[in-house]
């Protein structure tokens, strides 16, 4: 099955681009990696996805290496109320829709 | 506030009751999910359910029993669980089925006893 693996914490100085990787090297070729991050006591919530291209929207960058293996998700001016765990997703090829959330990256923004 | 419901927040009971969970969305998707989240474990799928019809059972045990009767209604009923069914159980909705736009409900803190 494919799965992603990431750092399990980091740390990141308030104001400052947070970068979280993520290594997806089994992601099938017509996949999307999903991001989503989990504020304690929260229900997760969605961040960003892709396929190929680097996307940005309102939260977030989400850049993709051009062989798909790995991906980084960057919040350009961290705030205190990122503080949460990231989640980067794949599906499992053998399920349509069995996707592994992983343990996550927690990050800890710093005042 | 995501549009999400769940009812209740927290739930306590033996491992002999039967009660259920709800979950409510006001967005107007058409995909319900239920997720399982155990202390220190990953977030996992239960059920996936795309305009009321269910298209994903993650080999969950019968213990557990989804409901949909419309695409804005989601329940899960308990019953004879076990004390290692205690966990946070989440729902969610989509516009459609898959993992773009989820939107999840606060949960609901469930203690077997």
């Known amino acids: 099955d494919a799965k992603t693996t990431q750092p399990p914490s980091m740390d990141c100085a308030e104001g400052r681009a947070a970068n979280l990787p993520c290594n997806h090297s089994?992601?099938?070729?017509?996949?999307?990696v999903y991001w989503y991050r989990q504020i304690h006591s929260q229900g997760p919530q969605y961040i960003i996805h892709g396929l190929k291209n680097n996307e940005t929207n309102e939260m977030a960058s989400l850049i993709i290496t051009e062989d798909r293996k790995s991906s980084t998700l960057i919040l350009p001016h961290a705030t205190l109320r990122d503080t949460a765990v990231y989640y980067c997703?794949?599906?499992?090829?053998?399920?349509?829709?069995?996707?592994?959330f992983g343990t996550g990256t927690r990050l800890k923004v710093l005042a | 506030e995501t549009g999400v419901t769940q009812t209740p927040r927290h739930l306590v009971m033996g491992m002999t009751n039967k009660k259920s969970l709800k979950c409510e969305q006001h967005?107007?998707?058409?995909?319900m999910y239920w997720y399982k989240q155990s202390a220190k474990k990953p977030l996992e799928l239960m059920f996936v359910?795309?305009?009321?019809?269910?298209?994903e059972n993650n080999s969950v045990p019968s213990r557990f029993s989804p409901e949909c009767p419309n695409s804005s209604h989601l329940f899960l009923h308990l019953h004879t669980l076990q004390p290692e069914d205690s966990a946070l159980y989440l729902c969610?909705?989509?516009?459609?089925?898959?993992?773009?736009?989820?939107?999840f409900g606060p949960g609901t803190r469930l203690t077997v006893t």
């Open positions: 967005l107007g998707h058409n995909a």
């Open positions: 089994t992601i099938s070729g017509n996949e999307y």
């Open positions: 997703i794949v599906r499992a090829p053998s399920g349509t829709y069995k996707y592994i």
């Open positions: 359910y795309n305009f009321k019809e269910q298209t």
């Open positions: 969610a909705s989509s516009p459609g089925q898959g993992l773009y736009e989820q939107y």
